[in-house]
């Protein structure tokens, strides 16, 4: 009897390691995003466009700041709820105004009212642009596994880079400025 025990107990060992082996090669693999179209986003993909509801009013479409007019763009996603994504805010601030009118500052606010995005905004003193992704048809065509989630595209309206998360404002205009250098120089 013990002996069928113990063979038993090996098989479960053995079943249970060749499971976490599988389990773990699995989790290796690379996440892959797709946009609506079925295109991955990645570097060297061209940025979907959309048009979104700024909260100062007006409205902005991607393509009429990357591909037409020379300008590189760093797109944000993000929420006034989401720690991570206010810490960073102040480097997307100081990017718009370090960079001038060869850079579009613009962040995706996902999910939340003009109200409760402009009084964020107030209070914070950001002028960079702001849109509103109320129903989150724009975050619809730029999945991520969360927020914050940027990517900066190139003057020709093609992604150089992306990024998920962030450690703080400093840390990320660091990251983001060598981005934006890179997708100038493109």
């Known amino acids: ?29 690379k996440t892959v995003k797709f946009d609506s ?3 991955e986003l990645a570097a060297g993909v061209d940025a979907p466009d959309f048009t979104v509801k700024t909260a100062d009013g007006g409205t902005f479409r991607l393509s009429d700041y990357s591909g037409v007019s020379g300008k590189v763009v760093i797109l944000n996603f993000w929420a006034t709820w989401c ?5 960073e805010m102040p480097a997307f ?35 960079f642009t702001v849109g509103l992704d109320e129903k ?4 619809a ?4 596994d969360g927020i914050p989630y ?12 992306t990024f998920i998360g962030a450690r703080g404002a400093d840390i990320q205009y660091e990251v983001y400025k060598q981005a934006i250098e890179k997708a100038l120089n493109v």
């Open 1 to 29: 009897m013990r002996n069928t025990a113990d063979k038993l107990f090996r098989g479960i060992l053995i079943a249970a390691a060749i499971f976490c082996a599988l389990y773990f090669l699995g989790s290796l693999k």
């Open 37 to 39: 179209n079925g295109q």
């Open 83 to 87: 720690g991570p994504c206010c810490g």
């Open 93 to 127: 601030q100081r990017l718009h105004s370090e960079y001038g009118d060869r850079l579009k500052v613009m962040a995706v606010n996902y999910g939340e009212s003009k109200s409760t995005v402009k009084q964020f905004l107030n209070e914070y003193g950001y002028t």
């Open 136 to 139: 989150g048809s724009v975050s």
């Open 141 to 144: 065509l730029y999945p991520s």
């Open 150 to 161: 940027t990517l900066v595209i190139d003057k020709y309206g093609v992604i150089t880079d």
